[in-house]
């Protein structure tokens, strides 16, 4: 197996390899149609669901890719790896498996963070029956992360005055005011949405589908964007009372943003919460794995400029099509020695997730 040839260049391709790959092993793939939008190539959209294991297995393990869009080409070289290397056949008698590819079809499609809505996934899930936050800290740096221009006297005005935020309050606390997650403005970015997003409802659907009987659920959700190049952080994402059993599980590397251990800040609304309250029984260990890949700003500028395109510029412009090219490198480097590493280190987890339910 050629562990580099089974990433993908686009949506289309990754989920053609994915299906491919599953129909290889003889696995049922379930396909929900996201019929809110169409792709990039006017292909439709869907949220891929490969289950591998008995019915009713007390333990499942849930990998997820595409969360994040444009995170997609990784998470998605990872299960289709899995899947191509036969990692799966000989689970243990009470686990099951759960692939999800790709949670935001729309983004990972469009090379975008959010879905269709402009929504970040991971800031979606949350109890919509009460009252949202009012993000004050986010209010502060919004017209300086969304300038009217990309390219003029706007621009450059927002560049002096991050560069003074920054200056007065510190990385730490611009980082966490940009992408903690806000629902106050809906052109904005990290915006959480107002409603359950299509991907919510599907998403508790699946898991309640696949582990709502569940008594211990494992869950890696696959990011790309923070930290060094090619390194995959385990950032824990659970209820505080699961962290030392991750720990165990992940020999002592699991960090945590909550206790500033983490590359990321503190965020609101994460997808693990709804894929844990459809396992109402489970003890849960939820972990993102956060692979880098080029320094924050670079990638933080790129999420800029490619939400300023979406809402005032032209995507098949010369403009247009730099950032698109800026964005995608954010989320993915296209280097061999980037995927081998993405890929030891996948596996690597995915072994001790599989070990550590075992022992549960
Ligand atoms: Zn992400």
């Given at each position: 197996?050629?562990?580099?040839?089974?990433?993908?260049?686009?949506?289309?391709?990754?989920?053609?390899?994915?299906?491919?790959?599953?129909?290889?092993?003889?696995?049922v793939v379930e396909s929900n149609l996201n019929d809110r939008a169409k792709g990039a190539q006017g292909e439709d959209l869907y949220m891929d669901v490969a289950r591998i294991g008995p019915e009713g297995a007390k333990k499942v393990l849930i990998i997820s890719s595409g969360t994040h869009g444009g995170e997609g080409f990784c998470g998605s070289g990872i299960q289709i790896n899995l899947l191509r290397g036969g990692f799966f056949k000989e689970l243990p008698a009470d686990t099951a498996v759960v692939l999800i590819h790709a949670i935001n079809p729309y983004g990972f499609s469009h090379v975008r963070r959010v879905n269709e809505d402009n929504i970040d996934l991971n800031r979606n899930?949350?109890?919509?029956?009460?009252?949202?936050?009012?993000?004050?800290?986010?209010?502060?740096?919004?017209?300086?992360?969304?300038?009217?221009?990309?390219?003029?006297?706007?621009?450059?005005?927002?560049?002096?005055?991050?560069?003074?935020?920054?200056?007065?309050?510190?990385?730490?606390?611009?980082?966490?005011?940009?992408?903690?997650?806000?629902?106050?403005?809906?052109?904005?970015?990290?915006?959480?949405?107002?409603?359950?997003?299509?991907?919510?409802?599907?998403?508790?659907?699946?898991?309640?589908?696949?582990?709502?009987?569940?008594?211990?659920?494992?869950?890696?959700?696959?990011?790309?964007?923070?930290?060094?190049?090619?390194?995959?952080?385990?950032?824990?994402?659970?209820?505080?009372?699961?962290?030392?059993?991750?720990?165990?599980?992940?020999?002592?590397?699991?960090?945590?943003?909550e206790d500033g251990s983490s590359t990321s800040a503190p965020v609101t609304g994460t997808i693990n919460l709804g894929v844990c309250e459809m396992a109402p029984n489970a003890t849960n260990t939820c972990v993102a794995i956060e692979y880098g890949t080029l320094p924050i700003m670079e990638v933080l500028n790129a999420l800029r400029a490619d939400n300023w395109l979406y809402a005032y510029g032209d995507v098949n412009s010369e403009l247009g099509r730099k950032i698109k090219k800026d964005v995608r490198d954010a989320f993915y480097c296209d280097a061999d020695d980037w995927k081998e590493m993405v890929w030891e280190r996948g596996h690597s987890v995915v072994t001790k997730a599989l070990a550590g339910l075992d022992k549960s």
């Open positions: 197996m050629n562990v580099i040839d089974n990433f993908s260049a686009t949506y289309l391709e990754a989920r053609n390899k994915f299906l491919d790959a599953c129909k290889e092993r003889g696995i899930f949350r109890d919509y029956s009460q009252p949202l936050p009012e993000n004050e800290p986010y209010r502060e740096v919004h017209d300086m992360i969304v300038p009217m221009d990309w390219d003029g006297d706007a621009r450059a005005k927002a560049e002096e005055e991050i560069a003074a935020y920054i200056e007065k309050n510190g990385m730490a606390q611009f980082q966490a005011a940009v992408t903690g997650g806000q629902h106050i403005k809906e052109n904005g970015i990290f915006f959480g949405g107002k409603e359950a997003s299509w991907t919510n409802d599907t998403l508790r659907a699946v898991s309640k589908k696949h582990a709502g009987d569940a008594e211990h659920l494992a869950f890696l959700d696959i990011h790309t964007g923070l930290g060094p190049y090619g390194f995959g952080e385990l950032i824990y994402v659970g209820d505080l009372g699961g962290l030392s059993r991750a720990n165990d599980w992940y020999d002592n590397e699991c960090t945590s943003p």
